[in-house]
């Protein structure tokens, strides 16, 4: 991350820290380098909610019940930074990050440049296997 400067926005997609070993941390720490940090998901407002709050990531946006790009689109309107940072999974998440004009950062990438640990994934992979079915609701 260059400078330092923390004038950053920072979304995590909800799989992104799904994937880090220790999100909470993760999450804290980036709050040193960033001015805003938040999670962005297309899942029902209470997953993302208990997940944050299992974990106590206090996040200073959240999508709620609006779909990623809506979220990312009104977060970029309320938080003026000079940068925004959207950390995704998925070349879908890479695509919404260029629609919407948000720089996109694989969350392998991002841990590696910030020295966060991504979980093991083989124990996730049985228990996210029933939500991929999900991604062609309307």
Do not use: C
């Not at 260059?2 to 799904?18: I, K, R, V, Y």
């Not at 962005?40 to 974990?55: C, G, I, L, M, Q």
């Amino acid at each position: 991350m260059s400078g330092g400067s923390g004038d950053m926005t920072l979304a995590f997609e909800l799989s992104a820290l799904q994937a880090l070993a220790k999100p909470g941390t993760a999450f804290a720490d980036a709050r040193q380098w960033t001015e805003y940090v938040g999670v962005v998901s297309d899942e029902p407002t209470y997953v993302v909610t208990n997940f944050t709050r299992k974990r106590r990531i206090r996040q200073d946006f959240f999508s709620g019940p609006k779909g990623k790009e809506e979220s990312l689109d009104s977060v970029k309107q309320q938080f003026d930074t000079e940068r925004h940072v959207f950390v995704g999974t998925s070349d879908e998440d890479e695509a919404l990050a260029g629609e919407v004009g948000w720089e996109f950062l694989h969350v392998e990438d991002a841990a590696d440049a910030a020295g966060w640990e991504l979980a093991d994934e083989t124990e996730d992979d049985d228990a996210f296997e029933n939500d991929e079915q999900r991604d062609d609701w309307p």
